[in-house]
């Protein structure tokens, strides 16, 4: 919307990832139908009729704290970009990668895929971890911030297939 002031500590970073996912991806030549920025929950596929209708990569805000020392979140209390001490504010956020896709026998939830059809969809589920990570690591150089990984959880109902990275990335005041 015109006029309204976005945020400057998550917003840029969310941006600078999803970028480098579309890059990646097109690089790794991992093949996906959307890549968005998601906001409040963690996507679920769309299936309709047994049939798995779109894939997708996301990037969602998952907590942002005061810190006193990254990545311990910490309620420190701000004003006017200070602590009380007089320190730049500083702020641990934490962001959630992640992507799912359908798997290939999602036409069909009673079929009983065979062990090079799970081989196969484990490669891809793990091609789409590595290229997530490297996308993160190239926005959070790019955007100049302190980084952690957290933990990657993989994603599997069946009928879809995928994981999440959770990161946290530090933001000092006037950075």
Known sequence: MPGMKLDTIAWP???AVLEEIGKGFQRDGIDIDRIVPQWAETPTLDVSDGACATEQAWVRLVTQSPSL???AP???PVW????????PARYAT???????HCT????????IPSTEEYMADAERAMAEMASLRQ???RAMIAQRREYQFVSFSPLNDGLSSGGMW???FDWVGGS
Do not use: H, K, L
């Open 80 to 87: 006017g970009g200070r602590t009380a001490s007089g320190s």
């Open 135 to 137: 996308a993160i690591c």
């Open 13 to 15: 970073v969310v941006r």
């Open 94 to 100: 934490t962001i959630e990668v992640g992507v799912v």
């Open 104 to 111: 290939g026998w999602a036409v069909d939830e009673n079929f």
């Open 74 to 76: 910490q309620g420190a």
């Open 69 to 71: 020392q990254f990545p």
């Open 166 to 168: 959770q990161v946290s």
